[in-house]
């Protein structure tokens, strides 16, 4: 069974912080993806990772940065934490070459 | 237009009714098609995977896709309290270099015992 963990699935933090939110597959997968969701908006892509240290902006990009040192690992920063950014993260992961994406339980972030 | 459109419902039946969920999009260049579940403050889960026009059947669930049409559905057959969740279409371009995902809004359904 793939398993997409994610650090933690509850998160306060405080306006302006730096926040890190990591995720981890152990699969093997090449492709990792991080989502946000809100409700009405559906699952925006913010970044995603095709291989170890490459990195592609998504559709909302600004605000984040991402890091994947190695192939399991795909963490998701933010600089400076904004009450606009409380929402639903979700980490996905999949093989490379295939459509099929897995997800991770998700992490809520609350910024006050 | 947006790539995919998916009514939000939301969707409440009787258990045991014909559930049909059903997604359009724009671009004829889709040719890769899923369906995930997504409990509440869970993460999606895949359900179905299909690229071709047709009928796929997983028991009591059943993904159809029309490419003429640009239209994928999912029937839920003998639906249960448990199929209660938010349904989310996703399609994707190709294989390629090219792996995201473009996903429907979901419609959220709730099956009444």
């Known amino acids: 069974d793939v398993k997409v963990t994610q650090s933690s699935r509850y998160l306060v933090k405080r306006t302006g912080e730096k926040v890190f939110l990591e995720c981890v597959q152990d699969m093997d997968h090449e492709n990792m993806f991080w989502y946000r969701q809100d409700p009405g908006l559906g699952l925006r892509l913010i970044y995603f990772s095709y291989d170890v240290k490459m990195k592609e902006k998504g559709d909302i990009p600004e605000g984040y940065s991402v890091s994947r040192e190695k192939k399991e690992r795909f963490s998701l920063i933010l600089e400076s934490a904004s009450t606009n950014q409380t929402s639903m993260y979700l980490c996905a992961s999949s093989p490379g070459r295939q459509e099929t994406q897995y997800f991770g339980p998700g992490t809520r972030l609350l910024v006050l | 237009q947006k790539e995919v459109e998916q009514d939000p419902g939301p969707l409440s039946v009787p258990e045991g009714a014909i559930v049909s969920l059903n997604c359009t999009y724009s671009?004829?260049?889709?040719?890769?098609f899923m369906w995930y579940r997504q409990y509440s403050r869970k993460g999606p889960e895949l359900l179905m995977y299909?690229?071709?026009?047709g009928n796929k059947e997983d028991g009591r669930f059943t993904a159809q896709v029309d490419k003429s049409s640009k239209y994928i559905s999912l029937f839920i057959r003998d639906s249960q309290p448990s199929d209660s969740a938010t349904y989310l279409c996703a399609i994707s371009k190709s294989g390629g270099s090219n792996y995201k995902l473009t996903f429907g809004k979901g419609t959220l359904l709730t099956v009444n015992p």
């Open positions: 671009n004829s260049a889709f040719q890769y």
């Open positions: 299909t690229y071709s026009s």
